[in-house]
T-cell receptor, first 111, second 117 residues
Framework: SQQGEEDPQALSIQEGENATMNCSYK?????LQWYRQNSGRGLVHLIL?????REKHSGRLRVTLDTSKKSSSLLITASRAADTASYFC???????????FGKGTRLSVIA | GAGVSQSPSNKVTEKGKDVELRCDPI?????LYWYRQSLGQGLEFLIYFQGNSAPDKSGLPSDRFSAERTGGSVSTLTIQRTQQEDSAVYLCASSPGLRGLNSHGYTFGSGTRLTVV
């Protein structure tokens, strides 16, 4: 079962624009993580935000977390063609259990 | 090793045959995870190991699926009597596993693309 649900399912933007992807989840969390997947293979961990954090930055990435709304957003600023990939949020259903991933957002950045 | 290594990278097998997929995690990572991803879909959790133990096998789709981990390192996922619906990319990941499974991000391998014909 999916714990996180990303929105939109697909997003197409021009190079240089910002891309925003959202994730909603259902249960209380310790942290929420975002991953990127290129070409349907291995996922790359982008950022982890803890439940007591509201915002976190890493390079051109900005992640926010609103635990009252059970939602998170991933913002990629000044997008590049190389950012074209699928982006997944991941969290846990309960306790010390493995990550559960959403279905992802497919981002296309057009040069 | 420097990263998570999976082999083979691609496997084509005939329906009814058994297959073994291998995962070599990052050295020192105590937690190891298997996921499956069908075309255009999200990741489906299969099983995880903490050391050599598998506390949760509920994600395995059927009794044709089994996994083991030896020496706290390499893991093998075995699918017996493969069916066409088993076709997917099988992804392995590892994490330090200390202070809980999810206190660090997971490091994924490049996956094994299994095609059952």
């Amino acid at each position: 079962s999916q714990q996180g649900e990303e929105d939109p399912q697909a997003l197409s933007i021009q190079e240089g624009e910002n891309a925003t992807m959202n994730c909603s989840y259902k249960t209380s969390i310790n942290n929420l993580q975002w991953y990127r997947q290129n070409s349907g293979r291995g996922l790359v961990h982008l950022i982890l935000i803890r439940s007591n954090e509201r915002e976190k930055h890493s390079g051109r990435l900005r992640v926010t977390l609103d635990t009252s709304k059970k939602s998170s957003s991933l913002l990629i600023t000044a997008s590049r063609a190389a950012d074209t990939a699928s982006y997944f949020c991941a969290t846990v259903l309960s306790g010390n259990t493995p990550l559960v991933f959403g279905k992802g957002t497919r981002l296309s950045v057009i040069a | 090793g420097a990263g998570v290594s999976q082999s083979p990278s691609n496997k084509v097998t005939e329906k009814g045959k058994d297959v073994e997929l291998r995962c070599d995690p990052i050295s020192g990572h105590t937690a190891l995870y298997w996921y499956r991803q069908s075309l255009g879909q999200g990741l489906e959790f299969l099983i995880y190991f903490q050391g050599n133990s598998a506390p949760d096998k509920s994600g395995l789709p059927s009794d044709r699926f089994s996994a083991e981990r030896t020496g706290g390192s390499v893991s093998t996922l075995t699918i017996q009597r493969t069916q066409q619906e088993d076709s997917a990319v099988y992804l392995c990941a590892s994490s330090p596993g200390l202070r809980g499974l999810n206190s660090h991000g997971y490091t994924f391998g490049s996956g094994t693309r299994l095609t059952v014909v």
